[in-house]
Structure formats: structure tokens, C-alpha cells
């Protein structure tokens, strides 16, 4: 036998045996701070991969000789001329034991990683969305106990035995129009709640007193801009891009821009209707807000929007939370190079009174530099269009 | 060219032995073959190649995803520039992440599943000698043989495969320089796919002509097996929305290499103005996903349909509501045309566009449903025989409950806002369509190994080692994901270290990477036991399941014409599995009528008077007063 052969070869034995000398700490994991004063977490520490093909060549060697015993029982079975090992019985009590474990290891599941899940909604739709979550999990679990149930319960009912034939049951139309008709219903209620929600969601319709926050993602950071006293914020053409302190390609043949302000954090004030104009510079981005339920793409060429009003600050969910250090966050959720893990951006939720002190400090996006650089551009025409209103925010 | 051994492909009389046509060469017979049943094991074992790869290429990344803050020097040994110190380079990452996904959707789940199974069991059930066109089925193998070679060659670049994701949204796989997976790496990708939907309509068109054209004599369309059903519908399916993907990959190569703006407008890249304009990304993601997800179909389909005959003959019962199952085959693939835009609620579309479909996308889950009870009620009252086959046919029940019930999660608009492109879909999309669609080609190759590799069966108790570890792993990787993506980890991140917010998911990451480690080792069972009992398996009768379908009926030796002599005549249905008053609990479909007079029912000689005269009289000599009108 082949096998046999391999096993008792004594160069396969030394080979394996120089392997596993070879598992030196060349092969071993460390930690990234090696090499530095940084202590070296022991109890993490990788054994040479030597070893853990050892083990799984032990693991092997285990199961071979566990299947060889079950064939020569099963054979011994055979020789006193009983039936040999019933594989049906055993496997349909794998079933039964797979399903109740399983169904465990879901509610274990639900109870430890799930208390994790959907923090806490702060803004005003949220709720909303997260009240069609639980219902639509509510259906869900009941629909996937029930077939679960089923599925692994007949397994081991059903089991197979030589006594039996299988019940010739080629169709029931009844059974089938109701299993047809009730999903369609419990679907019809879930799209009608989505289609209202989704249609809330969505509604554009412009309110008074809507704040224009433009946030512009490219690789990779987010760019911040706030509209000026005018409440307005300028427009902008992807073509003036051409030096860094123009970073958001603003237009300096709108007025309105010239009273913006940058910022470095996303500060929202709370209640307050919050337009996101949202853009890309380069590649797709996404402006990903899980405590608000808030994401949309950001895509060059074709700039998006998400409206939504925050209702937690930052202080009261620090508060409820027990976490001074809490920080709600912004992500990029779409794939844009290299440092897409780690786009991020602080956002703060703070009252009106916060947000109108916070915003008298920012500074104004068309400065000094910029003001030159335009006029370099565009000469005597962009020292008209500046002229005053420049004056106003400084 | 080679003198084609099939004369007639019909269903008409063979006297003679095909065998006797055949001059084949080593070349002939085993490289450029044009039957079906090498072609079939041709893309398997490709298939199984391009799997391994890219489950390693997973156990790669998901060892980054949890020890993101050690260095493992062996990686620099093996990958050099790409794991730079011993930990891989984030742009790598990506890379991986694309490459696996690439692999699995189109090389394993596609090709491999429909390409070995549809090859193999399309002619043998249908009852046809061979492919409708043997030769471009044939080029149809080769095609996607060099779709897989260029696709890994991009590993032996300078800058690296791929990295924008297997989705390659525009810009970033439409501007080289937007990061190293955009360059050489990105160009390799599509010409591979180029290569690929080539390979995949010649296949398609091939299954669809022999379906229509070739079935033998008493093989009406009420008389297939589902597989078959389902291997022509996915046909059809890829034959549809393939195209389209070719198209706008073609108009991608252009925006890349020629200076067009199809999908480019308004960009700076690296502080540089780029002269492109009037293109949208978001028309390339309209192309991508009218493949992409009829592509979800065209990967799940053929496993219902191998499920579903599977799970028939080892329950030794009828599968139940066969009709029902073939009107929802065709229902999923008519509707799954028209929900494409539900992967792009978040783009900012037009919100009524975004509930319309939603609603497309909810609706899809009935016939769904109903081929989920369909299978549960063909398990009832049966007689199961857990072979490995049958096994892996529960656990694509299994999987496709769990992760086909968060699909009305995902294709709620209003929901998506908050999971879209986090660990949820990737939990929901690896459990309904990846581990779902594994276990269904598993299922076809244990079930049908005897037909790939003449009379040779696989090892049943390796098999459910095979299983039960592979299984039982599959819940531990992916069943935690769906909590972390409710948490709002978004996916394709590289380390969650930046943010203290996620480092609770640390210890489940690292957990989920274990789990993956011992389902891969345990693919270890399943190599050995292939590639073991391709020589040395077990030999077992012609029809070693007692299933009633025409393939059992041809020899256990392959012969290029598959029955020597003539086609066998089909009668009835594939499922007269433990009909009542026969002593045997199947029947094929090759035994008529007359043949089964104690166990024959008044519906099946529906649209046969002649049978029903033959049975009444029958009828009236043993049973009088019991005729059927």
C-alpha cells in the first residue's frame, strides 16, 4: 500500500523531522512593536508552523485510526452476521444534536454579540428605521425557527430504515397555494412599511432653516464646508481645482462663497435639519454614519445628499453610555485604495448655543492665499467679485 | 479537426457501437476533448484548483482581519513586496479581497458548478449523445482555462492583482494610478473576464441549443429533471445579462486606455486635474449589476437544481410539487432581471427608482419560499439515506434559510441605508449564495462521482467528516458577521485598529479566522478523498443511488456517444421514487407504462389515451369497476 510505504519511509520521517526544526523564529509570528522597548505579549507568541503542521498530521493520523476501528467493528458486526453500524441512525442523531446546538449557539449568539448591535439611533429617522428592523426580525427568526425545526427534525424522524418505504407524495395544490400566498402577504406588509419609510427617508422637500453642510471625500480624508452668515454655500467647479488652498474647487464668480467657512470637524447642532451636500474628488467614497443611519455615496461628478436631524449630543450619549471617550464617527463605507480603512472623521453633536459659538471660531474658506491666487487667475474681474463681501467674515 | 464521433445527436436508432469511430489520441481524449463528460471533469478539477487558491487568499486576509497588529515574518518569505515586514500591504489586502471574490463568484461558483455539472448531466439526461456543438464546447473549457491563467498572473506583476473590489466600480478601476490595484493588475482583470463571459456564452448556448433540440424520444419538457430545468434557466440567465458586462467592460477598457469618459467626470486625482467629462460612475454600476445579479442566480440555480434531485432520491419520495418548483426556477429567473438596482439603493439614484426596486427584490423571496418548503415537505414521511451527497443537499437548505431571510433585510431600501456595504451583506451574501452554492456543487460531486470518473465511487464516512466540519465552520464564520455589520463594521476594511469603537469585534474576528482555518484544513478530507477514489474508489453498479434518471441507464465505462446502441425512450416523470403498489421503490424513466400496470395512477396517462385504453382494459381484467374515465 502506497500509504503504508510513505509512513515507513525513513526520509519522509527525517524530512518531516528537519521541518520541524526549521519552525525557528524566522517563521514565527511577532508582534509589530518587536524590535522596540515594547513588552512582547508571551501568552500570544506563535509556536513554528512546524508545529502546527505537526499537529494537524497527529489530527490525521487520529481520524485514520479512529476510521479504522469503526471498520473493523463494523466488519466484526458483520462476521456475527448482525446489520454493521446503522450510519443512518447515528448521522440522524448528528441532525437532532447539530440543531439543538445550533439553535444554542443562535441564542447564545443573539444575547452576547447581539446586545452589541445597532447602537443607539441619534438621529430623528433612525427610530423609524430601527422599528422596521425589529419587526422584519421579529418575522424573520419565527420563519427561520419553524423551517430549521422542520428541516433537521425530519432528517432525524425520517431517518432511513430497510422496513420503511417513503410516503409517495408527489404534490398537495392546496399546501402550495397557502405556502405561495402567505409569504406573498407577510412580503406585501414589509414593502409597504419600507416604501413609506424609505419614502420619509428620502423626501427632499427643502424646510426652512435646513443647514447646508458640504463634505467633500478624497483619498483619503473628508473635507469639510459650512455655509457663512448667508446660510448659503457657494458653488463650486471641479475645474478651478488647481493648488491646495482651493482644495474644494470653489467659485469665485459666486457670492455666496465668500462668507464659508472650513472646518475640521463635523459639528451638527441638535434638532436642527442637517442637508449633507455630499461630493468626490477622485474615486467613489461613502459617507457612513451608523448611529444615524445615514450613508450615501459620494461620487465624483455627480453630487448626492442625505438629510437627517441628530437628536442625542455627544454629551448625553457620553452620558448614557457611561464613555467620556465616546465620539460619534464617520466612515468611509466604499472601497477607495490603501488607506480606505482608515478615512475617518470625528463628529460632534452639540447644542444651538454650542454650534453658533463653535461656528464663530471657524475660519473662512476663501483667506488671504486664496484671495491671491484668484487674483492671479482672474485678475481686475475676481477683485470685483471679492471685493466687500471677502470683508464681511474677517 | 478531428472526425466527430457523434453522428446523430437525435434521438434516432443506433445500431452500431460508437465506440468503434474513435481514434483518439492522449491529446484528443484528455486535452482537447470534445465530449462532454471530459469537458465536465476538465472544469471541475479547474474548478477545485481556482477554489483552493482562493481560499487560501481568504485564510490570508482573514489572518490580517485578526492579528492586524502582529507581524508574521513567513509572510514576507512567501509574498516579498506584498507583506513588506512580515504583514500585508493594505493595498494588497484589497487585492486579496478582489481576487478571492472574483474566483469564487465566476471561476468556482460559475464556471466550476454550471460548467462541470451542466456539461455532465445535460446530454446524459435529456438523453442526447453529446453537446448540440462538441467543438465550441471545447473552446468553451479552453476559454476559461485561459481566463484562469491570465487571472493569477496578475499576481506575478510588479504592482499586483486587481484591488478595486470584484465589483471594479469606475474611478477607481478606471484611473491606473488611483492605487496599485488599478494598474497592470486591474487591466489583466478585465481582459480575463473578456475571456471568461466568452467561455461562459459559448458553454451557455451550448446547453441551451442541446436542451431544445436534442432531448430523446419521450423527453418532453414536463419530463426533465430539475437539474436540468435548472441548468437551462441559469443558461438562458447568463446568456441575457453576460453580454451586458461585456459591454461595459469593454467601455471600461476604453475610459482606461483610450481617453474616453464613459464613466469619468469631474476629477482630481492626487492633486491633478484630469481632462474627463460628461461620464457617470454610476452608469457602470447599472451594467455591472444587470449581470451581477442574475450572476447570484447563475450561481445558485444549478445547486437548487442538483439539491433538489439529491434530495428526491435519497429521501426515496417524489420531490414534492414539481411543476411548483420549475414555475419558481422560472420565476427567479425572470424576475431576477429586474432587481439589479437594489445594490444601489446608496447611490444616490432617484429615490422612487430605489422603492421600485424594493419592491422587485421582496417579491423575489415567494418563489424562493416556495422552494424551500418544497424541499422540506419532500423530506417528510421519506426514507433518508444520509449519504454525503444528501448531507451537503440539507446543509444548502440550511444556508439558504439563514441567509436567504436576510436578503429581506438587504433588499429593503429603507433598511439598506444602515447595512449596506457592511459585514451583514458579506455574512448574508457568503451564507445564500457562497456556502450555499459550495455545498450544491459538493453534493453533485459526491452524488455524481460514479459519472465523472467511471464507476468509481467516493468515501461515505471521509464524506461526513467532510461535512460536518465544513458545515458546523461555515455557521462560526459567518453567523457573527451579521452582528458586527448590524454594528456598522463596514466590509473591506484592513484593520479595525483605528477605531477603538470596533475593538470589541477583535476576539470575533480572531475567532471567525480560526473557525476558517479548520473548514479549510478540513478541505484537506475532501481533496484526499476526490482524488483518491478517482483511482482506487470503490466500484459500484451501474446505478449505485437506484435513481431513476437516464444517466444511470448509460455504462459505467465513458463512451463518446454515451449509450452504445440506441438512446433509451423516456416514459414518465424523473420522480417515481416509492410509488404504491411496486415493489421496488423507484422506477426509472426509461420503464413504460405497461411495464408498472399495480402501481400506475389515472394521471399519469394525462395526454396518453392511448395508455389509458390499455390501462382500463388492464383495469377491468384485475380490478373490475375501478376504470378511470
Known amino acids: 500500500m502506497g500509504f503504508r510505504r510513505l509512513i515507513d519511509s525513513k526520509k519522509i520521517l527525517s524530512l518531516f523531522a528537519a521541518f520541524t526544526l526549521l519552525g525557528t523564529n524566522t517563521l514565527m509570528a511577532q508582534t509589530a512593536a518587536a524590535g522596540t522597548d515594547a513588552p512582547v505579549d508571551k501568552g500570544a507568541m506563535w509556536l513554528g508552523v512546524g508545529y502546527y503542521v505537526l499537529l494537524f498530521l497527529l489530527v490525521c493520523v487520529i481520524v485514520a485510526v479512529v476510521g479504522k476501528i469503526l471498520k473493523i467493528y463494523d466488519l466484526t458486526l458483520k462476521m456475527q452476521g448482525k446489520k454493521g453500524i446503522q450510519w443512518n441512525n447515528i448521522i440522524g442523531v448528528f441532525c437532532i444534536v447539530f440543531l439543538v446546538a445550533g439553535l444554542y449557539g443562535a441564542y447564545w449568539s443573539f444575547t452576547e454579540q447581539g446586545t452589541q448591535i445597532l447602537p443607539e439611533s441619534a438621529s430623528a429617522h433612525g427610530g423609524k428605521i430601527d422599528m422596521m428592523f425589529w419587526v422584519t426580525t421579529a418575522i424573520t427568526m419565527v420563519v427561520f425557527l419553524i423551517t430549521q425545526v422542520l428541516l433537521f427534525g425530519f432528517a432525524f424522524k425520517y431517518r432511513g430504515s430497510d422496513k420503511r418505504k417513503g410516503y409517495y407524495y408527489p404534490h398537495n395544490n392546496t399546501i402550495e397555494k397557502i405556502w405561495t400566498i402567505i409569504p406573498a402577504i407577510v412580503l406585501t406588509i414589509l414593502v409597504v412599511f419600507g416604501f413609506f419609510t424609505w419614502r420619509e427617508v428620502t423626501n427632499t422637500k427643502e424646510v426652512k432653516g435646513d443647514i447646508n453642510i458640504e463634505i467633500t471625500g478624497h483619498q483619503f480624508a473628508w473635507e469639510l464646508r459650512y455655509p457663512g452668515k448667508d446660510g448659503k454655500l457657494g458653488s463650486s467647479d471641479y475645474q478651478l481645482y488647481y493648488t491646495a488652498t482651493n482644495m474644494l474647487a470653489v467659485s469665485p464668480k459666486d457670492r455666496n462663497s465668500y462668507d464659508d467657512l472650513k472646518a475640521d470637524t463635523l459639528v451638527l447642532p441638535v434638532n436642527k435639519s442637517i442637508r449633507l451636500n455630499i461630493h468626490a474628488q477622485d474615486v467613489i467614497h461613502s459617507v457612513y454614519l451608523p448611529h444615524f443611519r445615514v450613508q450615501m455615496n459620494a461620487v465624483p461628478g455627480l453630487p448626492t445628499f442625505f438629510k437627517f436631524t441628530p437628536t442625542i449630543t455627544t454629551a448625553d450619549m457620553r452620558n448614557r453610555l457611561d464613555d467620556p471617550n465616546f465620539n460619534y464617527l464617520l466612515y468611509c463605507n466604499k472601497i477607495c485604495g490603501g488607506g480606505h480603512y482608515n478615512m475617518q472623521k470625528v463628529v460632534m453633536v452639540v447644542t444651538e448655543a454650542e454650534y453658533q459659538e463653535w461656528l464663530a471660531h471657524q475660519k473662512p474658506y476663501v483667506n488671504d492665499q486664496l484671495k491671491k491666487e484668484w487674483q492671479l487667475a482672474y485678475g481686475s474681474q475676481v477683485k470685483e467679485l471679492t471685493g466687500k463681501r471677502v470683508a464681511l467674515n474677517n | ?629
Not at chain 2, 240 to 249: D, R, T, Y
Not at chain 2, 363 to 371: C, E, G, L, M
Not at chain 2, 554 to 559: F, G, R
Open chain 2, 1 to 629: 479537426m478531428s472526425t466527430l464521433a457523434v453522428h446523430d445527436h437525435g434521438a434516432s436508432v443506433h445500431d452500431h457501437d460508437h465506440e468503434h469511430h474513435h481514434h483518439d489520441t492522449f491529446i484528443t481524449k484528455y486535452v482537447f476533448s470534445q465530449d462532454h463528460k471530459m469537458i465536465a471533469k476538465q472544469f471541475l478539477i479547474t474548478g477545485i484548483t481556482m477554489a483552493v487558491i482562493a481560499m487560501l487568499l481568504s485564510i490570508l486576509f482573514r489572518i490580517q482581519l485578526a492579528y492586524p497588529d502582529k507581524t508574521f515574518p513567513l509572510l514576507e518569505t512567501l509574498l516579498g513586496r506584498f507583506a513588506p515586514g512580515g504583514r500585508l500591504d493594505p493595498e494588497f489586502y484589497l487585492s486579496l479581497v478582489t481576487i478571492h471574490g472574483t474566483i469564487m463568484v465566476f471561476f468556482v461558483l460559475t464556471a466550476g458548478l454550471s460548467g462541470t455539472f451542466s456539461n455532465l448531466l445535460i446530454p446524459l439526461q435529456v438523453g442526447s449523445r453529446d453537446m448540440a456543438s462538441p467543438f465550441v464546447n471545447m473552446l468553451s473549457y479552453w476559454f476559461f482555462f485561459l481566463a484562469s491563467v491570465i487571472m493569477l498572473s496578475s499576481f506575478f506583476i510588479q504592482k499586483g492583482p486587481a484591488g478595486p473590489g470584484w465589483t471594479i466600480y469606475p474611478p477607481l478601476s478606471a484611473l491606473p494610478k488611483a492605487m496599485k490595484g488599478s494598474e497592470l493588475g486591474m487591466t489583466l482583470w478585465l481582459i480575463s473576464m473578456v475571456c471568461f463571459i466568452a467561455s461562459s456564452l459559448m458553454g451557455g448556448i451550448n446547453y441551451v441549443s442541446t436542451v431544445l433540440n436534442m432531448r430523446t424520444k419521450g423527453m418532453d419538457l414536463w419530463k426533465m429533471p430539475l437539474t436540468v430545468w435548472a441548468f437551462f434557466l441559469t443558461a438562458i440567465l447568463g446568456i441575457l445579462s453576460f453580454p451586458v458586462l461585456v459591454a461595459g467592460v469593454v467601455l471600461l477598457i476604453f475610459d482606461r486606455s483610450f481617453g474616453t469618459s464613459f464613466y469619468l467626470s469631474d476629477i482630481v486625482l492626487n492633486g491633478k486635474l484630469l481632462p474627463y467629462s460628461g461620464g457617470s460612475p454610476i452608469l457602470f454600476q447599472h451594467l455591472f449589476w444587470f449581470l451581477g445579479h442574475p450572476e447570484v442566480y447563475i450561481v445558485i440555480m444549478p445547486a437548487m437544481g442538483i439539491s433538489s434531485e439529491v434530495i428526491a432520491v435519497n429521501s426515496r419520495k417524489p420531490i414534492f410539487g414539481y411543476h411548483a418548483m420549475v414555475y419558481s426556477l422560472i420565476g427567479i429567473t425572470t424576475l431576477s432581471f429586474i432587481v439589479w438596482g437594489h445594490h444601489m439603493f446608496v447611490t444616490g439614484m432617484n429615490p422612487f427608482l430605489g422603492g421600485v426596486f424594493m419592491i422587485t427584490t421582496l417579491i423575489i423571496a415567494v418563489p424562493s419560499a416556495v422552494k424551500t418548503f418544497n424541499w422540506i415537505a419532500t423530506m417528510w414521511r421519506g426514507n433518508i439515506r444520509f449519504t454525503p451527497a444528501m448531507l451537503f443537499a440539507i446543509g444548502l437548505v440550511s444556508f439558504f434559510i439563514s441567509g436567504g431571510l436576510t436578503g429581506i433585510f438587504l433588499g429593503n431600501s429603507a433598511l439598506d441605508i444602515n447595512l449596506h456595504d457592511t459585514y451583514f451583506v458579506v455574512a448574508h451574501f457568503h451564507l445564500v449564495m457562497g456556502s450555499a452554492a459550495i455545498f450544491g456543487m459538493l453534493a453533485g460531486v459526491y452524488h455524481w462521482f460514479p459519472k465523472l470518473f467511471a464507476g468509481r465511487l467516493m468515501d461515505e464516512k471521509l464524506g461526513y467528516l467532510h461535512f460536518w466540519i465544513t458545515f458546523i465552520c461555515a455557521y462560526l464564520v459567518f453567523f457573527p458577521m451579521h452582528f458586527m455589520g448590524l454594528d456598522g463594521v463596514p466590509r473591506r476594511y484592513y484593520a479595525m485598529t483605528a477605531f477603538p469603537a470596533f475593538n470589541h469585534w477583535l476576539s470575533v474576528n480572531t475567532f471567525i479566522t480560526w473557525a476558517a482555518i479548520v473548514a479549510a484544513l478540513a478541505q484537506v478530507a475532501f481533496l484526499y478523498n476526490f482524488f483518491h477514489s478517482i483511482f482506487f474508489g470503490k466500484r459500484p453498479t451501474q446505478n449505485p443511488w437506484n435513481a431513476t434518471t437516464l444517466e444511470w441507464t448509460a455504462p459505467i465505462e465513458h463512451i463518446h456517444g454515451n449509450w452504445p446502441g440506441e438512446i433509451p425512450t423516456v416514459y414518465r416523470w424523473p420522480y417515481d421514487y416509492s410509488k404504491p403498489g411496486h415493489d421496488a421503490d423507484f422506477i426509472p424513466q426509461t420503464t413504460p407504462y405497461s411495464e408498472t400496470m399495480t402501481s400506475n395512477l389515472p394521471h399519469d396517462f394525462e395526454d396518453n389515451p392511448a395508455g389509458l385504453e390499455q390501462y382500463n382494459t388492464w383495469v377491468k381484467a384485475n380490478k373490475p369497476g375501478e376504470e378511470v374515465k
